[in-house]
């Protein structure tokens, strides 16, 4: 069964650095999604993506954020600044054809800011 | 008030009950609604999407009520298997997804 990876599964990082979290989405997709939860809390809305542009994104992802698709296969979350509050689990999901579709979720990135 | 309410939990219940989760949203053009499971520290993965008319999967039924924007989860025989939190989720169509705070469930032996 097709399925989302996300790459790396933690990532420790120090306050101020920049990351990249990688997503393989599923490859008949055509929509792609970043979420976050902060440990212990809910799963929030970052950014969704279609046709190469920025669908829809949440106050949350601000200019310190970025999304791009480098290549056919790749989708990928940048955080240009790291700061102590971006410590959380970041999920990549994607849908076949609209966001009204179900969302298959990967396994996370496990993001730490010293 | 919150675009996606679920009852707070946690639910503690005994294995063989029926357990009933409530979910209430504010967007009234919200299109699509889920119900996902979460277990500790993984990805949320979908238990069903929620249709106008209702729809069950074996021990689960999920009802939508848009009227009243209203959307529930019927667990029957729940099992230890089952515990998990219970996530709802609401989209609006345009690309975002609005999640709840999750219900807890534990089912004992």
């Known amino acids: 069964e097709p399925e989302v990876t996300q790459t790396p599964s933690h990532q420790v990082t120090q306050m101020g650095q920049e990351v990249i979290l990688r997503c393989v989405p599923i490859?008949?997709?055509?929509?792609f999604y970043w979420y976050r939860q902060i440990l212990g809390q809910k799963v929030e809305f970052l950014v969704s993506f279609y046709n190469n542009e920025i669908s829809e994104k949440s106050e949350i992802f601000d200019d310190q954020f970025s999304v791009e698709r480098p290549d056919g296969s790749n989708f990928t979350l940048k955080i240009r600044s790291t700061k102590l509050e971006d410590s959380a689990m970041y999920f990549c999901a994607s849908s076949e054809t609209t966001p009204a579709e179900t969302q298959y979720f990967g396994p996370g990135t496990r993001l730490l800011v010293l | 008030r919150k675009e996606v309410e679920q009852d707070p939990g946690p639910f503690n219940v005994p294995e063989g009950a029926t357990v009933a989760f409530n979910c209430t949203y504010s967007n009234s053009a919200s299109q699509s609604f889920f119900w996902y499971r979460q277990d500790c520290r993984k990805e949320p993965k979908l238990l069903m999407s929620?249709?106008?008319s209702g729809n069950e999967d074996g021990r689960f039924t999920a009802q939508l009520n848009k009227a009243s924007q209203y959307v529930s989860l019927l667990i029957r025989d729940s099992q230890p298997s089952d515990s998990a939190t219970y996530l709802c989720a609401v989209s609006t169509g345009a690309g975002k997804s609005t999640f709840g705070d999750g219900t807890t469930l534990t089912v004992k032996p």
């Open positions: 490859s008949n997709h055509l929509y």
């Open positions: 929620v249709y106008s």
